[in-house]
């Protein structure tokens, strides 16, 4: 921790500090939606539509037996 005077934190530190954060938020927000558009949803076609659902293994077992 520092001693500083209020007046400089008030006018000087906590502006600086949200403009940086401000920027920063948006930078992040800009760079995350990048990268869901491409790679999670880079394929978009439609999903194939499948008869019969298929079924899960009864046991863990069954799994390493293949």
């Known amino acids: ?3 500083t ?10 502006p600086e500090f949200q403009e940086i954060s401000r920027t920063l938020r948006a930078y992040l ?3 995350t939606e990048r990268v869901i558009s491409e790679v999670i949803c880079r394929d978009n076609s ?4 499948v ?3 298929r079924r899960l293994p009864e046991t863990a077992d ?3 037996l293949e």
């Open 1 to 3: 921790m520092t001693k």
């Open 5 to 14: 005077p209020k007046g400089f934190v008030k006018e000087t530190l906590r």
């Open 29 to 31: 927000s800009e760079i």
């Open 46 to 49: 439609e999903a194939a539509i």
């Open 51 to 53: 008869d019969e659902a």
């Open 62 to 64: 069954s799994i390493c």
